[in-house]
């Protein structure tokens, strides 16, 4: 934008402010004049929004109602409260594999291999190419990628996606080959690399993949963090809090907080918070100690989604819970009424509301 200041306030301040502005909100104002219709092509404009919005952490849920096949988006907002969207725009029936600030990829439900990269809120996408893998080459053992992971470089504006899975020839058992395909938006082309892994993953350890310094990060079955490093394309494991530990009722989650990895641990009376101050030397610190009291009843079916430093967001069977972590209070944001397909935790995600661009 130009600095002349034409206006009553300077460029600057109009800029701070429309960068506050939802989504929705700030493509209505495009409409005023010429030189805020080209706001979301300004790269300064761009950065400096997506840096605000970022601070503003969201759950995206995917319900899916018993008795209907289709399923809806909702979004759970601290600060706006509940909305609904719809991924209409791609013209295909999809489910949400990963979100990294702002951007889903999504994989076909009819046509297996068909990814997507898209943003809900400026409903813009992109159609990911095939990658050159031999028909008979598949992931095991369902067909799909174990681990589906994206990471979106705001500065960059460039995003991976990231395919992982061990590999099987056809009619044959998995042979150990951990097969890692990783997409280059810059390029628009695939790259492959094989490795060995011993690692398992449930559902939720596969759903919460965490982007932070430059790597897509995994909770392993195994007691350890499994790290892609996306500059070098090199597998490498991290290790836990000291204080962590699996069994005796504990459970462990793998989440972001305000640019940091952090491990969150429930057993049937706390919800502990571990973040990662010192990345390289691996040095984590307790940041919060959360009584479970309030929720008791909801303790062994509550999994935490997303979090900052000021609330957590965690989701059960049918409701959303936000926990102020100042005011130490809880608070329903979010409840499903009729019978749903899958709980909502099955289907959950980080979200944040973004004009990062597919292309």
């Known amino acids: 934008m130009n600095s002349r200041g034409d206006g009553f306030f300077p460029d600057e301040v109009i800029l701070q402010i429309l960068a506050r502005l939802p989504v929705k909100s700030l493509f209505m104002c495009k409409t005023v004049c010429k030189l805020w219709y080209r706001l979301s092509e300004d790269k300064y404009f761009v950065q400096l929004y ?30 706006s409260g509940v909305s609904e969207f719809s991924l209409d725009f791609l013209k295909d029936r999809v489910k949400v594999r990963a979100s990294c600030n702002g951007l889903l990829c999504c994989s076909s439900i009819p046509d297996k291999g068909v990814y997507y990269v898209c943003n809900p809120m400026t409903r813009e996408f992109r159609l990911l190419p095939r990658s050159r893998e031999r028909p008979v080459t598949r992931f095991y053992p369902d067909g799909e990628a174990t681990l ?32 890692c395909l990783v997409f280059d938006s810059e390029f628009n082309r695939w790259r492959k690399f094989v490795s060995f892994q011993d690692d398992h993953f449930t559902h939720m350890k596969r759903n919460q993949v965490v982007f932070v310094n430059g790597s897509l990060h995994w ?5 350890c963090i499994l790290v892609l490093d996306l500059h070098c ?45 010192d990345y390289e030397r691996e040095e984590w610190h307790l940041a919060d100690r959360v009584s479970l009291r309030c929720v008791r009843g ?7 989604i997303s979090q900052t430093g000021e609330y957590v967001f965690l989701a059960t ?12 209070v809880w608070k329903v944001m979010y409840s499903v009424n009729n019978s749903t397909a899958l709980p ?16």
């Not at 909770?219 to 007691?223: D, E, R």
């Open 219 to 223: 909770l392993t079955g195994s007691s």
């Open 344 to 359: 909502l935790w099955f289907s959950a995600h980080a979200f944040r509301s973004t004009i990062f661009s597919c292309h």
């Open 50 to 79: 997506n840096e605000l919005s970022v601070k503003n952490l969201m759950v995206l849920v995917e319900v899916s109602e018993a008795s209907d096949l289709k399923s809806r988006l909702i979004c759970v907002d601290n600060l």
């Open 233 to 277: 394309d090199i597998w490498r494991k991290m290790s836990l809090p000291g204080e962590v530990s699996y069994g005796s009722g504990n459970r462990i989650y793998l989440l972001e907080s305000d640019g940091c990895l952090s491990v969150i641990q429930i057993s049937d009376a706390w919800l502990n918070i571990w973040v990662l101050k």
């Open 148 to 179: 589906v992971g994206l990471a979106c470089c705001s500065s960059s504006q460039k995003f991976n996606v990231v395919l992982a899975g061990y590999h099987r020839s056809f009619g044959h058992r998995s042979d150990g080959t951990f097969i």
């Open 298 to 304: 909801l303790v062994p079916g509550i999994f935490p």
């Open 317 to 328: 069977h049918k409701q959303v819970l936000v926990y102020q972590r100042k005011k130490r």
